[in-house]
């Protein structure tokens, strides 16, 4: 098949918006298909957003963010990793290197495209994975962890049981099933380690201090305690930090207040006394009660 060709069968257009919404597939080291869409704005500058656990490009806040940049003519580009929403491959627990060299495929194919990557955003586990990446590969000047998780070791019992470590030695793994008792996923004791021995500590102390890394988060998140953010902004070099008042893990009430917060990192309107400004002509102003620069 033809260069051209494979682009066009590759690049389909699922909206007839001013600006195109293509459906994009991207091919990953293993030679899985990851699904994404590119909000083409006309502008080769492109900031790439990245979803959480068990998610996909297209929940909140994904969405939102991808159309704040939209309206001001900055493509964007969110995915599926591989094992979530659309894209190929098997969902497994952990993951969160693997997840790191599905985003490596799709900068590299973005970038063969001749897109200039301006940021990476994540949410959730993606804020983690933006992270790793930055930590690992010195390519991006813009990072926007959302809602991610400082202590990997935490959060798992609230999924697995509290007995989980010798359920998982004994069988081999533990089907998680939701509270209608429908199964969901099977984590092995192989995707249980991959998560536990996942350092984030050692990857905010490797981000170079030119790379600027905004963390926002909910004071009132369930799933990951804000106590986490403020871990970001010790070993972080170059780091703000952001809490919003009242916020989920999602942001589902203040999606406004999120969008106009990272978009005004982006734009580097911040104070020199390191408080982000977070207003913008055609956002809700955010309130941002707690700052921190380290």
């Known amino acids: 098949m033809s260069e051209t060709r494979r682009n066009q069968s590759n690049h ?6 001013e600006n195109q919404h293509r459906r ?9 298909k990851l699904v994404g869409v590119l909000q083409d704005t006309g502008s080769t500058e492109t900031v790439v957003i990245c979803h959480g656990f068990q998610s996909s490009k297209d929940r909140i806040p994904m ?3 991808a159309n704040v940049f939209e309206r001001l003519k900055i493509t964007t580009f969110r995915f599926d990793f591989t094992g979530n929403g ?4 098997t969902f497994q627990y952990g993951n969160y290197r693997r997840e790191a060299e599905d985003l490596r495929s799709v900068l590299q194919h973005l970038r063969g495209e001749n897109r200039e990557i301006s940021a990476i955003i994540g949410h959730s586990k993606g804020g983690n994975v933006v992270l790793l990446y930055a930590a690992k590969y010195k390519d991006v000047e813009t990072v926007v962890n959302i809602s991610g998780r400082f ?3 935490k959060g798992i019992e609230g999924r697995l049981g509290k007995d989980y470590m010798k ?3 004994e069988d081999g793994f533990i089907d998680v099933r939701n509270r209608k008792g429908k199964f969901e996923y099977r984590v092995t004791e192989e995707s249980l380690k991959d998560r536990l021995t996942t350092n984030t500590h050692e990857a905010c102390l490797s981000i170079h201090e030119n790379c600027r890394v905004l963390t926002v988060h909910g004071s009132d998140d369930r799933i990951v305690s804000v106590t986490e953010a403020y871990e970001f902004a010790k070993y972080i070099k170059n780091h703000k930090l ?3 008042e009242g ?3 999602e942001f589902t009430s203040h999606q406004h207040q999120l969008a106009s917060t990272v978009l005004s990192f982006f734009k580097k309107d911040d104070d020199d006394d390191g408080v982000i400004s977070t207003s913008t002509r055609d956002l809700t102003r955010a309130v941002v009660p707690i700052t921190s620069r380290i």
Do not use: M, P, Y
């Not at 389909?12 to 918006?17: A, K, T």
């Not at 994009?24 to 899985?32: A, K, L, P, Q, R």
């Not at 659309?86 to 491959?89: C, D, I, K, N, P």
């Open 242 to 244: 952001c809490v919003i």
């Open 151 to 153: 202590f990997l070791e």
């Open 167 to 169: 359920r998982i030695k």
């Open 63 to 65: 969405r939102t963010i």
């Open 12 to 17: 389909e257009r699922i909206d007839s918006s």
């Open 86 to 89: 659309e894209s190929q491959g």
């Open 247 to 249: 916020a989920d893990h």
């Open 24 to 32: 994009v597939v991207i091919e990953n080291s293993h030679g899985e």
